[in-house]
């Protein structure tokens, strides 16, 4: 494979070539079946507890690497998720970025100090090694992960990452070594595949593993919308500093969006499966995308083993029929699961035998939302976890799942059966081993799959 420290040719990690996940973090009470069987609690099932507010403790400081839009919103989450709780330095690449998630913050009434704020791509070691944090907020782009986790467990700090945790799979096994150290040390991890700590999905998998809709048989996942963002090359600006503010469309940087945003998905099946695939084949294309290397359409068979596999697809193209969810189809019936419409468990009849009760507004109605944000509720469920001292890490199920969307990309990237094995086994890297501002000797020819005929 082409790597070297000005870059890695992206045809060139193409010829370069489990442990199953956990099952998620723990509430009380007993699950019953419609003969009112008991079944397992949350509790037996390593489930959160789903506390609306984290309990009070030990003042907890944190810092924050990554002030994008979702660094300052895991700030104000994580603010927001308890008392006695502190954002106290803050890290980024980019000086304009930094000084805008601090005007947010302060107007919160937050305020950093300015000996508190680092900047540059060391900025995050920087952070870490200032001595005065107890909590690691990890959202800069996905490629640089696994070093922040890295650097973070290594200084026993408690972590929260962004999903997905990296972009290749010599990030993955970094990342799982580091989750182990961090177990080894009590340090509690939380990653950003948010589902996991959302009260509908959790209610829904404690349904699936307490038997109510049988062995599972099949699923799909799926995540179809408009484009997202993206951002032309201004002039004067130089390659990385263009890359790096228009990350989500740079597979070396995202690592695409079956990987990036259609992880969550992928994650909610390995979960809710209890295992991850053993191998995929896929297509997809780049038909519309302005800038980047990535494709904007995927379609991915992954299989599970026994006769059990999924169908995934994602996409990002306007003005396409869209969705987001998940089915599930067991020997007994089949769950509807989605970020933005209410869970459901029917027979195969169409017969609704199950469904989560959201809670209702004023008028006695549905909200068909979950009462806590699950973008907070992560956060209560990691500050509970360091103050009751009741461990937890999603950190090997997360690297598991993503993982999972790197074989997904890799099977249609290259149009080959990709294994777990070999993914587990691959030298597959992808980007810069040295990182500055300046322009890079990087080429991004879009994968083109089999060969021409």
Not at 50 to 75: E, I, Q, Y
């Amino acid at each position: 494979m082409e790597n070297s420290s000005k870059g890695v040719s992206r045809r060139g990690f193409l010829s370069s070539s489990v442990k199953a996940g956990t099952v998620g973090a723990l509430a009380t009470g007993t699950i019953l079946s419609a003969c009112g069987e008991s079944k397992k609690s949350y509790e037996e099932l390593g489930l959160p507890e789903m506390l609306d507010k984290a309990p009070d403790g030990k003042k907890l400081k944190a810092g924050l690497v990554g002030c994008g839009n979702r660094g300052t919103g895991a700030a104000l989450n994580f603010l927001a998720s308890g008392n006695g709780l502190e954002i106290v330095a803050l890290a980024d690449v980019f000086e304009d970025q930094l000084k805008d998630c601090r005007t947010k913050l302060a107007e919160k009434g937050v305020e950093i100090s300015d000996d508190k704020c680092y900047i540059g791509f060391e900025a995050y070691q920087k952070l870490i090694d200032s001595g005065d944090v107890d909590v690691v907020l990890l959202a800069t782009p996905p490629h640089f992960r696994p070093d922040h986790f890295e650097a973070s467990v290594k200084a026993k700090k408690h972590v929260f990452m962004e999903k997905p945790i990296a972009v290749d799979p010599v990030g993955v096994r970094k990342i799982l070594s580091s989750a182990k150290k961090a177990e080894a040390f009590g340090l509690n991890v939380v990653c950003g595949t948010q589902r996991r700590h959302q009260r509908d999905y959790v209610a829904s998998f404690a349904q699936v593993a307490n038997g109510a809709i049988g062995q599972i048989l099949a699923a799909k996942a799926y995540w179809n919308q408009a484009h997202v963002w993206y951002n032309e090359k201004k002039a004067g600006q130089t390659d990385m500093e263009h890359m790096m503010r228009n990350w989500n469309n740079f597979a070396w940087l995202s690592g695409d969006h079956i990987v990036e945003q259609h992880v969550h998905n992928i994650d909610v099946v390995n979960w809710f499966a209890r295992k991850t695939p053993q191998f995929a084949i896929g297509f997809g294309s780049r038909q519309r995308r302005k800038t980047g290397d990535q494709y904007d359409n995927f379609s991915v068979d992954f299989t599970y083993g026994n006769g059990f596999s999924m169908h995934s697809m994602c996409r990002q193209i306007d003005e396409c029929a869209n969705g987001i969810g998940e089915v599930i189809v067991g020997t007994k019936g089949m769950i509807h699961l989605s970020d933005i419409n209410p869970h459901k468990i029917y027979d195969f009849n169409g017969k609704v035998l199950w469904e989560y009760e959201y809670p209702k507004n004023e008028k006695g109605e549905s909200t068909g939302r979950v009462k806590l944000t699950p973008y907070i509720q992560e956060h209560v469920d990691l500050v509970t976890a360091i103050r009751t001292g009741r461990y937890l890490s999603d950190a090997e199920a997360c690297a598991h799942s993503t993982l999972s969307g790197i074989m997904g990309r890799t099977a249609a990237y290259t149009g080959k059966k990709v294994t777990w094995e070999k993914m587990m086994k691959s030298d597959m890297r992808l980007g810069p081993t040295e990182y500055h501002l300046g322009d890079v000797d990087m080429r991004f020819e879009v994968p083109v799959p089999g060969a021409a005929v």
